[in-house]
């Protein structure tokens, strides 16, 4: 962690300073229970069941875009998560009834 800085003087820096330290604290949550929730979606991806690992990608897509829309991390940083989850599971078993790459 980096050392203090020096205390502000100016009333409005010193309130800028609380909200920072509030917004910090409030993100940080945020920002663990979402790792928390991708962690899921990949133990569930990896366990190789697709309708566990559906669900689990549907919560971690509705974390990761609640986190983008508070400002949290970036949009494209919730959009590519999500299409990096997605694209696992869609890769677990291919869908039936679409014709295959190679059958064509």
Known sequence: M??????????????RARQAVKRNLRN???????????????????????EEAGKA????????NKAASKGVIHRNTASRNISRLTKKVNALSPQSGLPSAGSA
């Open 2 to 15: 980096p050392p203090k800085a020096k205390p502000k003087k100016n009333l409005s820096a010193i309130k």
């Open 28 to 50: 940080r949550g945020v920002l663990s229970s979402v790792r928390t929730v991708m962690k899921k979606a990949e133990t569930a991806i990896t366990s190789g069941d697709k």
């Open 57 to 64: 990608i549907l919560q971690a897509g509705k974390a990761l």
